[in-house]
Every structure is written in structure tokens, then in C-alpha cells.
Nanobody, 114 residues
Framework: QVQLVESGGGLVQPGGSLRLSCAASGSLASIYRMGWYRQAPGKQRELVATITSGGSTNYADFVKGRFTISRDNAKNTVYLQMNSLKSEDTAVYYC????????WGQGTQVTVSS
């Protein structure tokens, strides 16, 4: 099993930046991909970005050029750097780890508002 703890959410003005962190623990060797998803009120959870164990990345079209996913293997942590934030980026952001299972963190709230 994999345990995930997100941090770094908060309130930011439009055009601002935030960096989310996801610390992983447990059966880390079995993870082949990690990612960030988000869910806004009244909407389905959607993919934001993923990164494989080999370092390959994938982004949703609506964040390309603004968000960057990265990982620090020494710290067992995945990051999501979010720049040029918009009000429509407001959501709860969840970290996900894929192994034989799909593991989720508890989520961290990101609110973009003036």
C-alpha cells in the first residue's frame, strides 16, 4: 500500500503561483506513475498532470505552459508548480499513485480569487 499526503494549497490571486507537494510512503518501489487530479464543486475529478517512474510527463491541455509536474526521488515527493493561476483553477487537488492499486491523498484546496 501507498500513503500520500498533499500540502501547499491555499488562496492566491489570479496570475499568482502555488507549489503543491505530495509526499509518498509505503510500497514505493511498486509505483509506476504519479499524478495530480482536481475536482471543482459540482464537477467530476479530472486529470491535471502525470509523471512516470522514468520521468515522462503528461499534461491536460488546460494547464500546458502554466503547470509543471516534477519529482524528487530522494524525498519521495512529487510537486506541481502552478503559475499564471486562473479562477477556473479553483478546486481540490488530489495526488494519485498507480501501482497494483490506485492510491489517493486527502486533497488540498486551491482557491484563486481576488
Amino acid at each position: 500500500q501507498v500513503q500520500l499526503v498533499e500540502s501547499g494549497g491555499g488562496l492566491v490571486q489570479p496570475g499568482g503561483s502555488l507549489r503543491l507537494s505530495c509526499a509518498a510512503s509505503g510500497s514505493l518501489a511498486s509505483i509506476y506513475r504519479m499524478g495530480w487530479y482536481r475536482q471543482a464543486p459540482g464537477k467530476q475529478r479530472e486529470l491535471v498532470a502525470t509523471i512516470t517512474s522514468g520521468g515522462s510527463t503528461n499534461y491536460a491541455d488546460f494547464v500546458k505552459g502554466r503547470f509543471t509536474i516534477s519529482r524528487d526521488n530522494a524525498k519521495n515527493t512529487v510537486y506541481l508548480q502552478m503559475n499564471s493561476l486562473k479562477s477556473e483553477d479553483t478546486a481540490v487537488y488530489y495526488c494519485n499513485a498507480r501501482s497494483a492499486y490506485s492510491s489517493w491523498g486527502q486533497g488540498t484546496q486551491v482557491t484563486v480569487s481576488s
